[in-house]
């Protein structure tokens, strides 16, 4: 009988050490083109406790953008990223098969990834003035942009910077239906939050807000 591999990850122990520094839980709602990439880099990475939340299934336009193989369609997306991730690092993710609002109990760092503002607007309220949330990172993306808010909620001046970019659906720019995400951005995305879980977890300093362009390689941090 052949045991089973485990990651052994002394390669990045000068960047971020598993079992000293990603101590903490970490909760990603929404597990399509944002947060299914963002599952598998910090399962990779070495973060032992992930939580994911999604009430979504997988069709066949998810598949160019999103980590789900052409086997999983038609699944619950949460189930097939607990797969996809037991198989890629051997991390036993939890699921919940659900949306997240204003009464859920949340802690450690949480990763949104939905996609609308009314979706943010209902789990900002379960995030606002919260101890027990170490940084709440809100990701957004649309084709080749994508802005990334990272906010320790109980700061009242993060509070307030971050209220000011909660607007509703019907001001948000709307995109084709075929210029709306794109592979490529979706990794960039995956790698930029991890970093900033990275960061946070080693006590570095991280920007509030990264917006980066794949059209015109631009990347703004501040």
Not at 21 to 38: A, E, R, Y
Not at 75 to 95: D, H, Q, Y
Request: net charge negative; hydrophobic share 40%.
């Amino acid at each position: 009988m052949v045991d089973t591999p485990t990651p052994d990850f002394w390669r990045q122990l000068d960047i971020v050490r598993p079992v000293e520094d990603l101590t903490f839980p970490v909760t990603i709602i929404g597990c399509g083109g944002i947060g299914s990439p963002t599952t598998l880099a910090l399962a990779k990475m070495g973060v032992g406790e992930i939580t994911v939340y999604d009430d979504d299934f997988l069709e066949t336009h998810n598949l160019p953008n999103q980590i789900y193989k052409l086997s999983d369609v038609g699944k619950a997306k949460v189930e097939s990223l607990l797969a996809v991730v037991e198989e890629f690092t051997g991390n036993k993710i939890k699921i919940h098969p659900e949306k997240v609002g204003a009464n859920h109990k949340l802690g450690g760092v949480v990763i949104s990834g939905v996609d609308t503002m009314a979706a943010r607007a209902e789990i900002w309220k379960s995030i606002r003035y919260k101890p027990n949330i170490l940084i709440y990172i809100d990701a957004r993306m649309g084709a080749e942009v994508c802005r990334i808010h990272t906010v320790q909620p109980v700061n009242p001046e993060d509070v307030r910077n971050y209220e000011k970019t909660l607007f509703t659906d019907e001001q948000a720019t709307e995109l084709r239906c075929t210029a709306q995400a794109v592979i490529y951005n979706v990794f960039m995305i995956a790698a930029l939050i991890t970093n900033q879980v990275k960061k946070f977890a080693r006590g570095e300093p991280f920007p509030k807000e990264v917006i980066f362009d794949l059209h015109s390689l631009i990347i703004i941090s501040n």
